[in-house]
């Protein structure tokens, strides 16, 4: 993989959330985007279309978790991560170079904890604005219509917080 890729590791949520909200095609600047099998598995069986979009390509990574490290394993284990969590651990160890998109706190945490840049869908949706490919007042919109659109589970508090970071997003 080239350096320069910017390449992600997709585990369920972030690809059912930001589907669910009409913005998965703010993943198709990022090249490749892995998704690793557990984690193709769990969004087959939630929400199979947002695998088949056609502005977005996913690829499909054969990994298992007998490839984690013996540090992953025991996160793993403490975390009680599932399958998909643990492919896509296991694809990080495979390109730890990538962003891995989750929104499963202890997942993320697991990451951190290895060294891992993540981000998730709230991420995504914020950059999105930085990025010129939703404009302030959509991802505004999205973030405030995301309770009633998205299974994300946020609270309202943080939900609050992340609305008034998008409506003070620098563009300069």
Not at 5 to 33: R, T, Y
Not at 48 to 68: C, F, G, T, Y
Not at 98 to 124: C, E, M, N, S
Request: glycine share 4%.
């Amino acid at each position: 993989m080239n350096s320069h890729d910017q390449s992600i590791v997709c585990d369920a949520g972030p690809l059912i959330h930001l589907d669910e909200v009409g913005c998965l095609d703010l993943l198709s600047d990022f090249s490749p985007i892995w998704v690793p099998t557990g984690v193709w598995q769990e969004v087959e069986q939630h929400r199979p279309q947002a695998l088949h979009r056609n502005n977005i390509a996913l690829q499909k990574l054969s990994v298992d978790d007998s490839e984690l490290s013996a540090t992953t394993r025991h996160l793993v284990d403490i975390f009680e991560l599932d399958l998909g969590e643990r492919t896509a651990l296991s694809a990080m160890r495979r390109y730890p170079q990538a962003i891995f998109l989750t929104d499963d706190a202890a997942a993320r945490l697991a990451a951190q904890t290895l060294g891992y840049r993540v981000h998730g869908t709230i991420g995504i949706l914020l950059r999105s604005i930085r990025r010129r490919q939703r404009s302030q007042q959509e991802v505004v919109s999205i973030l405030q219509d995301l309770p009633a659109r998205s299974t994300l589970h946020i609270t309202k508090t943080l939900l609050q917080e992340v609305i008034s970071s998008a409506q003070n997003t620098d563009l300069a």
